[in-house]
């Protein structure tokens, strides 16, 4: 086994406090490693949740969509054109945007996304939806994501304590609050561009946005019938829509948004940036490690290379060192990683969730960035001569 060699674990135990101090250093850097990736993965799954739980084979988009939080609308007679296809079940449109919430608790006003919809069927698969419709098709009364961020208020708190919870809502070019009733709770949670959200229907959104036309939509979706191919659907329909929209699958719009955030915000590429930095500093602190390693044990080295040994030994027991380090820093900064990534995930109610993928891709990393750190340190070993050395 690799690690099965006495010379390169004793080389690293016989001074116990710089063993430690190197696997704190590796740990750190492991953590610092997890943070990133945990809140790189937060950004795009939190900027697809919604995508992730529409209704929906094919969405129809405005052709200078960019994002979901910046308005694109476009006629809402492209989606209904597309009812004449024979493999189309049926279409729903979708309205958003960003409207100011007033904190019943404290009067300050948030900016909160509010979707709109045709209740007469769901187009979401959040829990509790199915059974609030009812509700949401009287005039003013809405949906409060649950997981919104505290600014907010206590709201669903108060609601679930059975009180009356009415709120206002502002328009961004308005004065004049519009007043809407909480009707029930739903799960979806924040994003890096949305801090909490509302439901409601398509009848008190355009009340909420009255310079709104219904004749405005920002998504379209389309549920095809069971036996229907997505792919074909989408090539047949896109050559009879106009230029200014266009029809994507559900992937794609995924894709779509994810490519958004990670190149066209700084953010995606601040954390790609901060990616490869931490392992660029992983690197220089275990080279530091490795090659005083080697420096405090040249003479031992050149006593082996005097010996007979060939510099492919020598050189391996520097390489099992790195992978000794690697293993060992590696589980503390992962135990830690854990605990951390439930903190920021109850403080910015992000998914900053671990999981199996982040744990590979993290030790491979550390395993790599141990090696690499290795290769260089090694230089000196080389070129080691005995008759310097003696």
């Not at 296809?85 to 409207?99: C, D, G, M, R």
């Not at 009812?134 to 003013?140: A, F, G, K």
């Not at 390489?319 to 903190?343: C, N, R, T, V």
Request: one cysteine or more.
């Amino acid at each position: 086994m690799i690690l099965n060699i006495p010379l390169a674990w004793l080389q690293l135990a016989r001074q116990r406090i710089r063993f430690l101090v190197a696997l704190a250093g590796i740990a750190f850097v492991a953590v610092l490693m997890f943070m990133q990736i945990g809140f790189q993965d937060a950004l795009y799954d939190s900027a697809t949740q919604l995508h992730n739980n529409l209704e929906g084979d094919l969405f129809l988009i405005s052709a200078q969509y960019k994002s979901l939080t910046s308005n694109q609308s476009f006629a809402r007679a492209y989606l209904y054109q597309l009812m004449g296809y024979q493999s189309v079940e049926s279409v729903s449109p979708l309205y958003v945007q960003f409207a100011k919430f007033k904190n019943p608790d404290n009067g300050l006003k948030y900016p909160v996304y509010v979707l709109g919809f045709d209740p007469i069927k769901s187009i979401f698969k959040f829990p509790n939806i199915q059974e609030n419709l009812n509700l949401i098709r009287i005039p003013n009364i809405v949906l409060f994501d649950r997981d919104s961020r505290p600014e907010f208020g206590a709201i669903a708190k108060h609601f679930e304590e059975g009180k009356t919870v009415r709120v206002e809502i502002y328009t961004y070019t308005g004065f004049v609050g519009y007043k809407v009733k909480i009707g029930g709770l739903f799960h979806l949670g924040p994003s890096f561009g949305v801090d909490g959200n509302l439901i409601v229907s398509s009848s008190t959104f355009l009340r909420i946005f009255q310079d709104r036309s219904v004749q405005n939509i920002d998504i379209g979706l389309i549920k095809l019938k069971a036996n229907a191919n997505p792919e074909k659907v989408l090539a047949d329909l896109s050559v009879q829509l106009p230029k200014d929209v266009k029809l994507i699958t559900k992937r794609d719009f995924i894709a779509l948004e994810k490519s958004y955030w990670s190149l066209r915000t700084p953010i995606g590429f601040v954390f790609n940036l901060m990616v490869l930095m931490g392992f660029v500093v992983g690197v220089i602190v275990v080279y530091q490690i490795l090659y005083s390693n080697i420096s405090t044990h040249l003479t031992e080295y050149a006593t082996l290379k005097a010996m007979g040994f060939k510099n492919k030994y020598l050189l391996s027991v520097v390489f099992k060192q790195a992978l000794i380090l690697a293993s060992l820093g590696y589980f503390p900064g992962f135990i830690i990683s854990i605990g951390l990534y439930d903190i920021s995930k109850n403080a910015t109610k992000l998914p900053v969730i671990m999981s199996n993928d982040k744990a590979i891709i993290v030790l491979i990393s550390a395993m790599l960035m141990c090696l690499t750190s290795a290769f260089l340190s090694t230089n000196k070993l080389r070129k080691v001569d005995p008759a310097d050395i003696f």
